[in-house]
């Protein structure tokens, strides 16, 4: 009997928990694919791929992107080492939540430690002072000022992004509603009559290289 018992909590243990070298794909800054799992790491909240911040000099930045990009540098720049992911749930959207490692480091950690994400308190406090160092030592998110990614996906913005006097950054990236990203600079047909809604996820960019960046691609007209 306690054979038996002893071989079913191995089995239950590599269901959970996998440790093989395998490909990797990154979704975001908090969410990947592993052996064909989606997995939103746990415990912690990136900045949204299309989310923008302010470094010390108040210039703004896509923290978003930047924490993606990260992460796959991370990932390749230790390829050679083994990954493993333990899963505690699977949540409303179909994805695992869990704690993913490569080599000995935990992935999550690792991300808010270097305020490219931060603790989700809201579900555990188990990266709190992961976050307390990356604060103290201006991170990441932490050298400017940053919305957090909660309250982004609500629809909270820099009410001064709608200054263009003070941003000087006039192309317009609007969201159709087929829900494609298109960007209109001064001069195009409907550059005039293109109204910019934040609260929808539109935005105001400084130059093409920014929206194309951001996933939105130039107006035919």
Avoid at 51 to 75: H, M, P, R, W
Avoid at 91 to 100: L, P
Avoid at 113 to 127: H, Q, V, W
Wanted: charged fraction near 30%.
């Amino acid at each position: 009997m306690l054979v038996y018992i002893f071989k079913l909590l191995i089995l239950i243990w590599l269901f959970f928990l996998q440790n093989v070298y395998a490909d990797i794909k990154i979704i975001d800054g908090d969410t990947i694919i592993f052996n064909e799992k989606k997995i939103r790491l746990f415990g912690i909240d990136a900045p949204e791929t299309n989310q923008y911040c302010f470094d010390k000099k108040k210039i703004e930045y896509s923290c978003g992107l930047n924490s993606t990009k990260a992460l796959v540098q991370f990932i390749k720049k230790n390829k050679y080492k083994s990954i493993k992911c333990s899963h505690y749930e699977i949540d409303k959207y179909g994805r695992f939540i869990g704690e993913c490692w490569i080599g000995e480091i935990s992935i999550n950690s690792w991300l808010v430690k270097n305020g490219l994400a931060l603790a989700y308190l809201r579900y555990s406090d188990k990266f709190f002072f992961d976050e307390k160092k990356a604060k103290e030592k201006g991170l990441g998110v932490w050298q400017g000022n940053f919305i957090y990614p909660w309250e982004w996906r609500r629809g909270k913005r820099f009410k001064s992004n709608n200054n263009l006097d003070i941003r000087k950054c006039y192309i317009k990236g609007n969201i159709s509603s087929k829900g494609q990203k298109i960007y209109h600079i001064p001069g195009n047909l409907n550059y005039e009559m293109t109204k910019i809604n934040e609260n929808k996820g539109e935005r105001w960019f400084c130059s093409e290289e920014e929206a194309k960046m951001n996933g939105w691609r130039k107006s035919k007209k």
